[in-house]
């Protein structure tokens, strides 16, 4: 055989392997993937989705820090209100179609098949799952407005990727299973994310409501109770899988859910558990805790209370690891009216 034709008998291969591959795959998407869904906006194919997540991690890693280098950052209290009671309404919209589609009107919590019927409440579940998809992009603000702000810190590269692959991440539930089973995390996760976003307006609207926000460390509770239930719903199928549920989405959601306990888990040991165990002991040797010491000295301060912020932060982030201090964003000092913001939890959510 000549070089000639090893050449063409080498490209006659590679092109068989591709015709193969790219039949595969319109098979995938057009024959095996969820006809109902097929034609809703972003669901032809993963691509644009890509291509939107990729976009957004550009925008906020280069082209929104490069865009803000010689500006002042943005305060955006208003929009900032504005911004979390739209997630707020958006969220309970959520979990109220999640409640209606089945986990409150005869879902098994044991085991439940998806519904590929054209019913009214097959056909609103898969709906309602679309729109949690949707849900994912709209998360991307809370991103925008730290580059807008200058947060810098909480624009860390793991808040990045997580932000980004959740949209990926739910496109292929929505295109091959939008109901059953494993929706069971987009029903506690937007049950959360409704006080999570209720605390972050609060916390935007100034020094004197946040005095009022004392059960911040409640919502990282309320995550890791999330979690847990998502564990255990996601792996008892794999002791008995009786409704035939495509085990391969089990393992997905089990497995996110084993990752984001571990990391809250560790959260609030380092946030509140450890906190709190050096505040008693501030108070056994001078009868005060760090943090009666700081209001007196931010009331003595005439006007630093800001510096006296900035100090406290400082030294209260540097008690995390780094790790956990990526993936968590926590909100250092929700007194603080410039980091009112910041993050206690995974932002996404999270999702």
């Known amino acids: 055989m000549s070089v000639t034709q090893a050449a063409a008998s080498y ?3 590679v092109e068989e392997y591709i015709r193969q591959f790219y039949d595969g795959w319109r098979d995938l998407m057009d024959n095996k993937s969820d ?8 669901m032809s194919s993963p691509f644009p989705t890509i291509a939107i997540s990729l976009a957004y991690a550009y925008f906020v890693k280069v082209l929104g820090p490069k865009l803000m280098e010689n500006r002042k950052p ?11 009671a739209a997630q707020v309404i958006f969220s309970a919209w ?23 019927s054209y019913s009214p409440r097959a056909i609103r579940t898969a709906y309602g799952c679309w729109w949690y998809y949707f849900s994912k992009f709209t998360e991307f603000f809370d991103t925008f407005f730290f580059v807008m702000r200058k947060r810098y810190d909480q624009v860390s590269t793991l808040h990045v990727i997580h932000h980004g692959i959740m949209p990926v991440s739910v496109w292929w539930g929505v295109k091959f299973t939008p109901g059953g089973h494993s929706t069971f995390f987009g029903f506690l996760n937007t049950f959360v994310h409704i006080f999570m976003y209720a605390y972050y307006m609060l916390a935007a609207m100034g020094p004197k409501v946040q005095r009022y926000l004392w059960w911040k460390k409640y919502l990282t509770v309320m995550q890791m109770i999330q979690f847990v239930l998502v564990m255990v719903h996601s792996f008892q199928l794999f002791f008995k899988n009786d409704c035939n549920y495509p085990i391969g989405f089990a393992y997905f959601i089990g497995a996110h859910a084993v990752m984001f306990y571990f ?8 946030a ?4 709190d165990g050096k505040d008693k002991s501030a108070v056994k040797a001078n009868g005060h805790t760090n943090a009666e010491m700081k209001q007196v000295k931010d009331g003595n301060s005439n006007g630093n209370g800001n510096a006296h912020s900035n100090d406290f932060q400082n030294r209260f982030q540097n008690t995390f690891s780094k790790f956990t201090t990526e993936m968590c964003n926590p909100a250092l000092n929700s007194n603080s009216t410039s980091t009112a913001r ?3 939890l995974i932002n996404a959510g999270n999702k």
């Open 11 to 13: 490209r006659t291969v």
């Open 35 to 42: 006809p109902r869904t097929r034609d809703y906006p972003l």
């Open 74 to 84: 943005f305060e955006l209290r208003k929009v900032l209100i504005v911004y979390n």
């Open 94 to 116: 959520l979990f109220y179609e999640s409640c209606i589609g089945g986990w409150l009107n005869g879902y098994s919590l044991r085991c439940e098949p998806v519904d590929y």
């Open 263 to 270: 990391l809250f888990s560790n959260f609030y040991k380092r």
């Open 272 to 275: 509140y558990v450890q906190r």
């Open 342 to 344: 910041q993050r206690v």
